[in-house]
């Protein structure tokens, strides 16, 4: 059985999702570096760094990183369709998997902790560094949806008729930082599409549970 350490309304959600899309079974622990607790000090042993989502596979082996948990569930059960299995849209898929950790995921990072990138770190430092990250982290996602999902190809979603590794991602990471208003307004098509991988009758749940609705 594979673990994963998580939180709600956190980057777990896209490997819960592709843990429920692959039928495999998982048991969560709750466990985030904001809340102290007995998930926190577990996942402490596993991952000294305390991210989240950790996913430990069934043989004990420990993976981090949100791509890089996403491609190997993917190419572990590809009956799963996590993968695209065309050449092309493969190397696609890993491209925007990356580029959504090197480019969304790391801004958040700055949006969230300024201090850490500061130092002398002071209010109006923070707030000059949160603000260009923003700016950052909002083109990105403009040009994520630019190069990445093209309606013309009648797909409904970014590789196919059904949600993949790059959906659950770009869907999960979109809730963060304002980006998914700025998407509505900028980039409406690319955020219906993300509306509809919440909304899939296999992911609905997952996503309600982590995002009540208001």
Request: net charge neutral; glycine share 8%.
């Amino acid at each position: 059985m594979y673990t994963l350490y998580g939180s709600k309304g956190s980057g777990s959600a896209a490997i819960e999702a592709a843990l429920e899309l692959a039928g495999q079974r998982y048991r969560l622990v709750q466990a985030a570096s904001w809340e102290p607790g007995p998930g926190l000090e577990e996942l402490a042993l596993l991952n000294p760094l305390k991210q989240i989502p950790t996913l430990q596979l069934p043989d004990g082996t420990v993976m981090s990183e949100s791509a890089a948990i996403l491609i190997h569930l993917g190419l572990q059960h590809p009956g799963a369709g996590l993968l695209p299995d065309a050449p092309a849209d493969l190397a696609q898929a890993l491209r925007g998997l990356v580029y959504i950790a090197a480019n969304c995921y790391a801004a958040i990072g700055l949006i969230d902790y300024p201090e850490r990138w500061c130092e002398p770190a002071g209010p109006l430092q923070n707030e000059a560094l949160r603000l260009g990250a923003r700016l950052r982290l909002h083109a990105a996602w403009a040009l994520f949806a630019d190069q990445f999902y093209a309606p013309t190809r009648g797909q409904a979603f970014l590789h196919g008729d059904a949600p993949a590794a790059l959906d659950l991602l770009a869907t999960v990471v979109s809730k963060w930082s304002g980006s998914r208003p700025y998407l509505q307004q900028q980039r409406p098509e690319f955020h219906a599409l993300l509306l509809r991988v919440e909304r899939h009758p296999r992911l609905a749940a997952l996503f309600a549970r982590h995002w009540p609705p208001a």
